[in-house]
C-alpha cells in the first residue's frame, strides 16, 4: 500500500509539475530568462551543423559567453530541434536595445528580445524549435522533482508527508518553473546532480559495497554533470567523499581506491574530453577564459561585507525573479519564503539535536552528504559572486537537498498524524503563489498597451508626418506642478500609413531655454512592447514615456518637450516637416514648468559603483560656458563599503559621440581622500575643474563620470555596464 501511496502521489506531483512548468514556458515570452537567447543560439549553432566553438568564434557567434559552456545540454537539445527549420531567425531573433537588463525599477523595458507575430501560435522554425527545447527543460525539472522525492523517501522511509512537503517545495518553487521553462544548461545540471545524490544517498544507506553498476552508474552521472556545467564537477568530489565515507566504515583503502577509480574512469570517459579540449584551445581545461573574453566580470574579488550586500538579491531569485533579473514578485511572497524557510531551519536544528544519540553511522552519514552539498554551492556561488554577478539558480544542483531539509524540519514542528495536514498547508500556501506568477509578475511585464480604433480623438491634436511613413496624431503631458526629482509622463499617439520594416527608436527630449537636453528617453513605442514593425495600419499606437528630472535639475525652467524617431542601427532620424516650409527632425509637443524645490525637501540621486562607492548629489558651476573657461564639477559620494582599492575618478566632458575635449582624472580630493580610507556610509565631497580648450567647437557637451582601478583599468560598473555615467548636458 505505502509503495502505491508514493507512486500515485509521485506521479500527480510529476503530472503536476509538467503542467505548471509548461504554462510559465508558453506565458513567458521566448529568451526573456537570463541568458536565454545565447543559451538557445548555442543550441542553433550545433544544429546548425558549425560544430563545438573555436577560439575564432569567440566574442563574434550568436551565443556569446555560453560557447565556453560544456556542451552537453546543447547537443541534446540540438539532436531535438534538427527536425525543424531556422531560416527564419534573423527575423524571429530581434534585440531590444533600450533593455532594462538587471533594473527591475525599471518601469518599462523589462524585454530584451523584440516580440511579435513570428511568436504567435502556430510556431514554427525557429520559434517552434525553441518551444521544443524549453519542453526539454522542462522535462529535466521533472528529472530533478522525481528524484527529489526519491531521496527524501530514502531519508524517511515511514513518512507519507514529508517526501511530498519536499517535492512541494521543488516544485512550487515560483524561480525553479521559471528556469525549467527556460532554455537552459542549468536544468540538466542540475538534474545530473539530483539523480547523483539519490544514488549516494542510497549508497550510504547500505552496508553491502557498491556494485560495478552502481558505480558505472555514478561515473555516468558525475560524468554528465561535468559536461553539463563547470560546476557539476563537484558532483565528482562528492562522489569521492561519499566512497571514502563507505571505505572508511570497512576500514579498506583498497575498497577505496578501486571504487574510486571506476568512477573516475568512467567520468572521464563522458566528461575528460571536454576539458582536454579546452586546455588544448584555451590553456584552461574550465573554459573560463573564453567566457570572461565575452563576460564582463568584477574589476575586484568582493570583500565579506560586499558579498553579504548581495545575499537579499540571491535569496530572493532563489525564489521568485524573473526576466533579466528585473521582474520581480511582491514583498509579501519573499515574506512567505522567509517565514518558511526560517521555520524550516530552526525545526531541522530541532530534529538533530532530539534526535542526536538514535542516528545510525549510515544515516548520519546520509544528512552529512547533504549539508556537505548544500556548503559546497554555497561556497561555489560566493566564489561566482568574486568574479561575476550571483543568482539563486545557481544554487539549484543543491534545490533537492534544501527542499528536504526544511520539509524535515516543518514536519517536526507537527505531531506525527497531523503531518498530513501540514502537506495540505503546505500546498496551501505555495501552489497558489507558483500558479498566479504567470498572470500577477510575468505576462504584465511584457504586455503592450491595447490598440485605440483609428478614428480616436486624441488629445493636443498634431498630425505630423516623419518620412511619409508614420504620423505623430498627438500628445498628452502633466500639466500641473512639477519639481526636481519629479517625472513627467508623456504619452504619444501614433498611427503608421504603412506596414513598416524597421523597428524604429522614440526619442523624448527636455531642453530648456539654453537649447540644453537635461532629459533623454530613448525606447521603442510603448515601453518596447510595441516596435514599429508590428505596428498594423489604422490602428492609434499609445506609447508613455516617464521622464525622471534631475534632482539637480536648475529650477525656475520651463522645458521644451521634442519628440523623434530614428534607427538605432544608423543614428538616421526620420525626417519630418514642420508645417512652416521647413524639413526637420523633431517636433515640439509642448512644455512643462519646473518650479524649485522647498528648502529641505530636496531628492537625493543614487548611482551605484560596483556596490562599493554610490554618487548621491552633484552640481555644475555653470550650464553655459565659451571655450577657454572652466566648468566646475562638484560630486558627493557616500561608501557602500570600505573599499579594498585607490580608484580614481574621470570627469570626461564629451562632445557626443564620443569626443573628449577635457578630462580630469584624480583620486578624490585630489589624492587627500583615497577610496581606501573611507568607511562605510561616509560621504565625501569631491570637485573636479575641467579646462574648456579655445578649440573645442559649439555645441551641446556631456558630463561624464566613473571609478576605474589605476593599476588594471578597470572600472567599476553601474548595472553591470563599466561605461562612464552621464550626469548632464553643458553648452
Excluded at 225 to 252: D, E, T, Y
Excluded at 345 to 368: E, T, Y
Excluded at 459 to 478: C, D, H, I, S, Y
Excluded at 689 to 699: K, Q, W
Aim: net charge neutral; glycine share 8%.
Amino acid at each position: 500500500m505505502t509503495t502505491r501511496f508514493h507512486a500515485w502521489a509521485c506521479a500527480t506531483l510529476l503530472a503536476a509539475f509538467v503542467s505548471v512548468a509548461g504554462l510559465y514556458s508558453v506565458v513567458n515570452p521566448l529568451f526573456e530568462a537570463p541568458d536565454e537567447i545565447w543559451h538557445y543560439e548555442y543550441v542553433r549553432w550545433l544544429a546548425e551543423g558549425h560544430g563545438l566553438p573555436r577560439p575564432a568564434d569567440v566574442g563574434t557567434a550568436p551565443w556569446r559567453q555560453e560557447g565556453s559552456q560544456p556542451p552537453l545540454y546543447y547537443l541534446l537539445a540540438a539532436v531535438l530541434t534538427l527536425p525543424f527549420s531556422t531560416e527564419n531567425a534573423a527575423t524571429a531573433i530581434r534585440y531590444n536595445p533600450h533593455a532594462a537588463v538587471g533594473q527591475p525599477a525599471a518601469v518599462d523595458n523589462k524585454n530584451v528580445m523584440v516580440h511579435g507575430a513570428a511568436e504567435r501560435w502556430p510556431w514554427h522554425g525557429v520559434i517552434l524549435a525553441a518551444h521544443v527545447a524549453r519542453f526539454f527543460s522542462v522535462v529535466l525539472g521533472g528529472v530533478t522533482l522525481f528524484c527529489t522525492y526519491q531521496i527524501a523517501r530514502t531519508l524517511h522511509p515511514r513518512s507519507r508527508s514529508i517526501p511530498l512537503m519536499a517535492a512541494l517545495l521543488v516544485a512550487a518553487n515560483p524561480q525553479f518553473l521559471f528556469i525549467s521553462a527556460a532554455v537552459s544548461n542549468d536544468n540538466l545540471v542540475t538534474a545530473c546532480c539530483a539523480a547523483g545524490l539519490w544514488l549516494l544517498v542510497h549508497l550510504l544507506g547500505h552496508t553491502s559495497p557498491p556494485s560495478l553498476a552502481q558505480l558505472a552508474g555514478l561515473g555516468l552521472i558525475s560524468g554528465g554533470a561535468a559536461l553539463s556545467k563547470v560546476s557539476g564537477l563537484a558532483l565528482l568530489g562528492l562522489a569521492g567523499l561519499a566512497l571514502f565515507w563507505l571505505a572508511w566504515r570497512k576500514w579498506s583503502l583498497r575498497q577505496f581506491l578501486w571504487q574510486g577509480s571506476v568512477v573516475v574512469a568512467v567520468a572521464l570517459l563522458v566528461a575528460g574530453w571536454w576539458y582536454w579540449r579546452n586546455w588544448q584551445l584555451y590553456g584552461d581545461p574550465l573554459g573560463l577564459a573564453a567566457m570572461f573574453a565575452v563576460l564582463p566580470g568584477r574589476g575586484d574579488p568582493l570583500t565579506l561585507a560586499q558579498a553579504l550586500t548581495l545575499a537579499p538579491g540571491v535569496w530572493r531569485s532563489y525564489w521568485a525573479v524573473f526576466g533579466w533579473f528585473n521582474v520581480v514578485a511582491d514583498e509579501w511572497l519573499y515574506g512567505l519564503y522567509t517565514f518558511l524557510a526560517g521555520m524550516g531551519v530552526f525545526g531541522f536544528i530541532i530534529r538533530l539535536w532530539r534526535h542526536r544519540s538514535k542516528w545510525k553511522p549510515g544515516q548520519a552519514g546520509q544528512w552529512l552528504l547533504l549539508a556537505i552539498w548544500i556548503g559546497v554551492m554555497v561556497l561555489l556561488v560566493v566564489r561566482w559572486a568574486q568574479i561575476s554577478y550571483p543568482q539563486g539558480r545557481l544554487l539549484f544542483p543543491a534545490i533537492g537537498a534544501v527542499a528536504i531539509m526544511l520539509a524535515t524540519g516543518l514536519a517536526n514542528w507537527l505531531p506525527a498524524r497531523g503531518q498530513s495536514i501540514g502537506v495540505w498547508a503546505l500546498a496551501g500556501l505555495l501552489l497558489p503563489a507558483a500558479l498566479i506568477a504567470p498572470w500577477r509578475w510575468i505576462a504584465p511585464a511584457y504586455r503592450p498597451p491595447p490598440l485605440l480604433p483609428a478614428e480616436t480623438v486624441v488629445p493636443n491634436p498634431l498630425g505630423v508626418t516623419f518620412a511619409n511613413e508614420v504620423v505623430l496624431r498627438g500628445a498628452r503631458w502633466k500639466t500641473g506642478e512639477l519639481r526636481p526629482g519629479d517625472s513627467l509622463e508623456v504619452t504619444l499617439f501614433w498611427e503608421a500609413l504603412r506596414p513598416q520594416t524597421v523597428d524604429y527608436s522614440v526619442f523624448v527630449h527636455l531642453l530648456d531655454e539654453n537649447e540644453i537636453i537635461q532629459v533623454q528617453r530613448d525606447s521603442y513605442p510603448a515601453g518596447g512592447t510595441r516596435p514599429t514593425s508590428e505596428w498594423p495600419i489604422d490602428a492609434v499606437v499609445p506609447d508613455r514615456h516617464r521622464l525622471a528630472l534631475p534632482a539637480v535639475l536648475p529650477a525656475p525652467t520651463r522645458l521644451r518637450i521634442d519628440v523623434g524617431l530614428y534607427d538605432f542601427a544608423t543614428g538616421q532620424r526620420l525626417p519630418i516637416h514642420d508645417g512652416m516650409g521647413g524639413p526637420n527632425d523633431a517636433i515640439t509637443v509642448g512644455s512643462a514648468t519646473v518650479l524649485p524645490v522647498p528648502p529641505g525637501q530636496r531628492q537625493p540621486i543614487y548611482i551605484n559603483f560596483g556596490d562599493q562607492i554610490a554618487l548621491v548629489d552633484y552640481h555644475f558651476d555653470r550650464w553655459l560656458i565659451t571655450s577657454g573657461e572652466t566648468l566646475t564639477v562638484t560630486l558627493h559620494w557616500e561608501a557602500l563599503v570600505t573599499p579594498q582599492r585607490d580608484y580614481v575618478v574621470f570627469v570626461h566632458l564629451l562632445l557626443p559621440p564620443d569626443a573628449v575635449w577635457a578630462q580630469h582624472d584624480a583620486m578624490p580630493q585630489d589624492g587627500a581622500r583615497p577610496t581606501s580610507t573611507w568607511v562605510r556610509g561616509e560621504r565625501v565631497e569631491d570637485r573636479y575643474t575641467l579646462a574648456v580648450p579655445p578649440t573645442a567647437p559649439p555645441g551641446l557637451y556631456a558630463v561624464e563620470i566613473g571609478l576605474y582601478d589605476p593599476d588594471t583599468g578597470a572600472r567599476l560598473t553601474v548595472n553591470l555596464d563599466d561605461a562612464g555615467v552621464r550626469l548632464g548636458q553643458v553648452r
